[in-house]
C-alpha cells in the first residue's frame, strides 16, 4: 500500500488557499498551509473551510493550517507563493528585494525541513527567485522549477479559443521564455486542432493576442487592484505538482535550469520540460527562426538582468 503524498503549501494566500483547495479536489494528497505567525488565523481558517467541503463532497484529503515548519516535512512537493503580489502601476521587478528577503527565509527552511521535495516556485519576478532558491536551498537542478509557462501559455490559449469562438480543448500552443513583458508566445508552432494558427487568424489579430498575453498579469492587477491572478495561477502550478505526483510524464512549459540549451547557461528559462517521478526528466529544444532567436535573446537579456542584480 502506498503511502498519501503530502503537500507543503508555502504562503496561505490568494494563491495558497486555492492551491489548497485545487489539491484536494484532485485527491492530490495531504496538505500543510503554511504562513508566517501573522497569518495562523488566516491558513487554519482556509484548511476548516476546505476540511468541511470535503464532508460535502467527501475528498479524502485533509488540510492543515500551520505556521510551524516542523509540520511541513516530509513532503513530496512545496508549492512557493509566499511573497507580495503586484499591485496596479508596478512591474514584477518592483517586488525584488521584497520578495527575495522572503525567499532566503523560506529557501533556508526548505534546505532543513524538507530538501527531498519537488519545489515549484511562484512568487515573482519568477525567473530570478527560481535562481536563488535553487542556488539558497541547494535543490537538485531536476527538483526545482519556476511556475509561469503553464499560465502563460493557458492566457495564450484561452484568447486564441475565445477570437476563433472554439474549444480550447483543441488549441496547442506554447510560450517560451522570462515570465516578463517581452516572453515569446511562439505563434508559428501553435496549432488549432492540428491546423496551424496562422492560417485561422490574421495576423494583426495574432499580433494583438501576442501583446495581450504577454500582459496578461498586468490586466489583472488592473481589474483586481489589490493584487494579482490567483485561480489561474493556482491551476497551473497545480497541473505541475500532479505530473510530478503521479508521474504523468506531461510535457510542460516552465522555468527550468538550463545548461547551454537555448545557448543559455546557468539561468533558469521558461522552456518545455517533462514532469515526472524524477521531478525535472527532459527539456526540450525547439528550432527557432532568426526573429523568433532574436525575441527570445531579448527575453533572456531581460531576466539576466534581474538576475545577475540578484546579491546572494
Ligand atoms: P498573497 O495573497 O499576498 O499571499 C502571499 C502570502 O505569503 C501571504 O499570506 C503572506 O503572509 C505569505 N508570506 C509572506 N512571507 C512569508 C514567509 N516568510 N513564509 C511563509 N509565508 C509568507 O499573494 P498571492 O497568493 O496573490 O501571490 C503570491 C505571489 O505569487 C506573488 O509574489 C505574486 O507576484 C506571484 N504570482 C506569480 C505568478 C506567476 O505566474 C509566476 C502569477 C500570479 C502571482
Same mark, same amino acid.
Request: glycine fraction near 6%; charged fraction near 25%; hydrophobic fraction near 50%.
Given at each position: 500500500q502506498t503511502r498519501k503524498k503530502k503537500i507543503g503549501l508555502i504562503g496561505g494566500g490568494q494563491i495558497g488557499g486555492n492551491l489548497a483547495l485545487l489539491a484536494v479536489q484532485k485527491n492530490l494528497g495531504d496538505v500543510v498551509l503554511f504562513d508566517i505567525p501573522a497569518a495562523e488565523g488566516l491558513v487554519k481558517g482556509k484548511a476548516l473551510d476546505i476540511n468541511q467541503l470535503s464532508a460535502v463532497d467527501g475528498y479524502d484529503c485533509r488540510v492543515t493550517g500551520s505556521t510551524d515548519w516542523k509540520d511541513v516535512a516530509g513532503s513530496d512537493v512545496i508549492i512557493i507563493t509566499a511573497g507580495v503580489p503586484r499591485k496596479p502601476?508596478?512591474?514584477?521587478?518592483?517586488? =525584488?528585494?521584497?520578495?527575495?528577503?522572503?525567499?532566503?527565509?523560506?529557501?533556508?527552511?526548505?534546505?532543513?525541513?524538507?530538501?527531498?521535495?519537488?519545489?515549484?516556485?511562484?512568487?515573482?519576478? =519568477?525567473?530570478?527567485?527560481?535562481?536563488?532558491?535553487?542556488?539558497?536551498?541547494?535543490?537538485?537542478?531536476?527538483?526545482?522549477?519556476?511556475?509561469?509557462?503553464?499560465?502563460?501559455?493557458?492566457?495564450?490559449?484561452?484568447?486564441?479559443?475565445?477570437?476563433?469562438?472554439?474549444?480550447?480543448?483543441?488549441?496547442?500552443?506554447?510560450?517560451?521564455?522570462?515570465?516578463?513583458?517581452?516572453m515569446v508566445p511562439l505563434v508559428r508552432h501553435s496549432t488549432v486542432g492540428g491546423v496551424? =494558427?496562422?492560417?485561422?487568424?490574421?495576423?494583426?489579430k495574432l499580433d494583438a493576442i501576442v501583446k495581450r498575453t504577454r500582459e496578461g498579469g498586468a490586466e489583472l492587477v488592473g481589474l483586481y487592484k489589490t493584487g494579482s491572478a490567483y485561480f489561474a495561477p493556482a491551476s497551473s502550478s497545480i497541473a505541475m505538482a500532479e505530473s510530478f505526483l503521479l508521474d504523468r510524464k506531461r510535457v510542460l512549459p516552465g522555468a527550468a535550469l538550463l545548461e547551454g540549451q537555448y545557448g543559455i547557461n546557468g539561468y533558469f528559462f521558461g522552456v518545455p520540460m517533462q514532469i515526472g517521478a524524477g521531478g525535472v526528466e527532459k527539456i526540450h529544444t525547439v528550432q527557432l527562426d532568426d526573429a523568433e532567436k532574436a525575441l527570445l535573446e531579448k527575453s533572456f537579456q531581460s531576466v539576466k538582468k534581474t538576475v545577475d542584480s540578484v546579491k546572494l
Open positions: 502601476g508596478m512591474s514584477r521587478e518592483d517586488l =525584488l528585494d521584497i520578495n527575495l528577503k522572503i525567499m532566503r527565509d523560506v529557501a533556508a527552511n526548505i534546505k532543513q525541513h524538507a530538501p527531498n521535495a519537488f519545489v515549484i516556485k511562484v512568487a515573482n519576478p =519568477l525567473d530570478a527567485m527560481v535562481f536563488a532558491l535553487h542556488k539558497i536551498a541547494e535543490l537538485p537542478k531536476n527538483m526545482v522549477v519556476g511556475m509561469a509557462g503553464v499560465l502563460d501559455t493557458s492566457r495564450f490559449k484561452c484568447f486564441v479559443a475565445e477570437a476563433l469562438g472554439c474549444s480550447i480543448r483543441d488549441v496547442e500552443a506554447l510560450v517560451l521564455g522570462g515570465h516578463g513583458d517581452d496551424p =494558427l496562422t492560417e485561422l487568424i490574421a495576423k494583426d
